[in-house]
């Protein structure tokens, strides 16, 4: 069974808590959260304020992407939003271990994503830790990018991996996920699937939610 996390990154902020009532009616299962510092990535997305609106709204479980440099600072803050789970990127964190522990101290789910050029070998020593693996299909930072197709062999290299440790790791991919591709990466062993402009630049963001929730 498939998990798909909408990222409201491409949603309408204008109106987005109509938008975040339509997920509510939707048959997504999460919500991905993109939050970006102009530093790790270079753009700047949204911070705590926007996060409060969600958090009120949504009656989905968020699924939080910090693309923020030292984002042990923020963890405790994120943290009392409960989302499902709290994701950093393994280029930011130089105690990654730590990091990890301390979002698990909550009771979340930690999540680590790794930038398209990050091999998979590199979670060799920590997967075992890792609840959930976001595969990066595009450079972070902007929605709307072209799926970069290198990201097959890092699904397979990672399901791998996860098989040879006996690990429990869900494997996330986030960028460029449409209908044209999501049958493949589930197909790869893909776990959840992130789609941003696929769904809410649609005429239709809730058939085409439907979409790919019935793909196989
Ligand atoms: C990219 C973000 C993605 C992005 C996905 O930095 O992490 O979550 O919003 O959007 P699409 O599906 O349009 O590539
Ligand atoms: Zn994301």
Same mark, same amino acid.
């Given at each position: ?6 990222? =409201? ?5 204008? =109106? ?27 753009? &700047? ?7 409060e609106?969600?958090k ?9 992407h910090l693309m ?5 600072k ?31 101290s909550?009771d ?17 020593s920590?997967?075992?830790? &890792?609840?959930v ?10 929605g ?18 996860i098989?040879?440790?006996k690990?429990n ?8 996920v ?21 769904i ?8 085409n ?8």
């Amino acid at each position: 069974m498939m998990l798909l996390s909408p990222s =409201i990154l491409s949603s309408n902020f204008g =109106i987005l808590e109509k938008e975040l009532l339509m997920l509510n009616e939707s048959s997504c299962d999460w919500v991905h959260i993109d939050v970006m510092d102009g530093v790790f990535v270079p753009n &700047i997305s949204f911070g705590f304020p926007v996060l409060e609106v969600i958090k009120n709204t949504s009656l989905k479980p968020l699924d939080i992407h910090l693309m923020i440099t030292n984002p042990d600072k923020y963890i405790e803050k994120f943290a009392s939003y409960k989302p499902e789970v709290l994701t950093v990127h393994f280029e930011a964190c130089t105690h990654l271990h730590r990091t990890i522990q301390k979002i698990k101290s909550y009771d979340i789910k930690a999540g680590v994503a790794i930038n398209p050029h990050t091999p998979i070998n590199s979670l060799e020593s920590i997967i075992n830790e &890792i609840d959930v693996v976001c595969i990066m299909s595009v450079n972070p930072g902007f929605g709307g990018q072209v799926f970069i197709e290198n990201t097959f062999s890092k699904i397979k290299a990672l399901k791998n991996l996860i098989t040879k440790q006996k690990s429990n790791t869900l494997i996330q991919i986030d960028g460029g996920v449409s209908d044209k591709n999501a049958a493949a990466l589930l197909k790869e062993g893909s776990d959840i699937l992130v789609a941003g402009n696929y769904i809410f630049k649609s005429n239709d963001p809730k058939d085409n939610i439907n979409k790919l929730k019935n793909i196989k």
